[in-house]
């Protein structure tokens, strides 16, 4: 059995791990509310869709899709791409979004005022909006929990 010193130093290191990683969480879903909340908005046009193949750093097969877009921010006019990609199993996923974004079509992009090319494009409530922040606050539960648990533990003297 580890020694009273491992027990606690270890107990800690999962609690303050698990509580940074809910901490992180939580202010990563509170920026992107913010983001839908309080930026601005304007009316992008899609200058251009593709579907492309790539691989990982691992050297996984992945899908990404690509969404060109251009909207006005007071006098700039900015242009952006945003990009998702994902496993060679999603092609269909990405093929869909490509197939949403019609070049010449309109959509709504949310940017910060002071970074116009810090947005987001259809900014809203989905469940993928929650899924990362929902993550990291499960993991960081989790971690928090085991390090409780783990400064619970019968130390030997």
Not at 12 to 25: I, K, P, V
Not at 36 to 41: L, P, T
Not at 48 to 74: N, P
Request: some cysteine; hydrophobic content about 40%.
């Amino acid at each position: 059995m580890p020694s009273t010193p491992q027990i606690v130093w270890t107990s800690r290191g999962f609690l303050w791990c698990g509580l940074a990683t809910l901490a992180f969480g939580i202010l990563f879903g509170v920026r992107r509310v913010i983001a839908i909340e309080r930026w601005s908005a304007a009316t992008g046009e899609v200058v251009q869709a593709s579907l492309e193949y790539g691989t990982s750093v691992e050297g996984s097969d992945m899908w990404a899709a690509k969404i060109s877009v251009r909207w006005r921010a007071g006098s700039q006019e900015i242009d952006r791409v945003f990009d998702q990609w994902g496993s060679s199993s999603d092609k269909g996923r990405y093929a869909r979004i490509v197939d949403h974004y019609r070049v010449g079509s309109k959509t709504e992009v949310r940017y910060d005022p002071s970074k116009p090319a810090n947005a987001y494009i259809e900014a809203r409530y989905t469940p993928p909006f929650f899924l990362l922040p929902l993550l990291l606050g499960l993991g960081g539960s989790l971690f928090a929990a085991l390090g409780f648990c783990i400064g619970l533990l019968p130390r030997r003297g």
